[in-house]
């Protein structure tokens, strides 16, 4: 039994190695193998059993795997071939965040930042922020940009960015001097009347 895709293990157990994401399927196992018989020829009854390998949900957990390759030829002999599977994770996790708006005067923190990703991969993922532009701007009206890496247990990175908007919807508050006494002999600049109106806002100050 030869098994013709990968060389280096022609004269060895039989090993595959396969993406988590995409693993490949007993059907192109099986047909990847040329099996011959001396009287027969070319094998065609060939199954695979007692596998650890479940490759039919579509998505199988990284690790490696065993299973047994069985021919069968007309006249009823069987060979046995033992093979093994490796199945590795290369794929990022996926990474998504929501943008967020807040009042000037509500400062979020770091942990509630970071509740605004999600992230999803096949194995555990860690996320933590790695860029944050609102944390310094937190009362300061604009739209400040916040950074988070997920990283899965093979190493595998993924980033995503929200947009938090800082708002301010107070208009400022204007007082002045009720009277102002002037005489007709002085020039008045408006330089002279600004200093008898106050104008203060509740995010920007004076």
Known sequence: MA?????LYETEEVHFVTECSNPISFEEIINSLSVEDITDGQVTN???????????AGCVQPGSYTFTIRAIDY??????????????????????GKNLTLMYFHHYTSKELLNQF????????????????YEEN????GVYTVTALATDE???TATATINVRVNDIFSPIVTKK?????????????EYFRQFIYVEDECDGE
């Open 3 to 7: 098994y013709k895709i990968n060389d």
């Open 46 to 56: 060939i199954s695979i059993i007692d596998s650890t390998y479940h490759p039919e």
């Open 75 to 96: 006249a009823g002999n069987t060979t046995l071939q033992y093979c093994t599977i490796d199945v590795y994770d290369s794929t990022p996790p996926v990474i998504t």
């Open 118 to 133: 999600t992230a999803t991969d096949v194995t555990e993922c860690t996320i933590e922020i790695i860029e944050n532009n």
């Open 138 to 141: 937190h009362n300061k009206p």
């Open 154 to 156: 093979y190493g595998n």
């Open 178 to 190: 009720d009277e102002v006494v002037v005489t007709t002999q002085d020039d008045y600049t408006i």
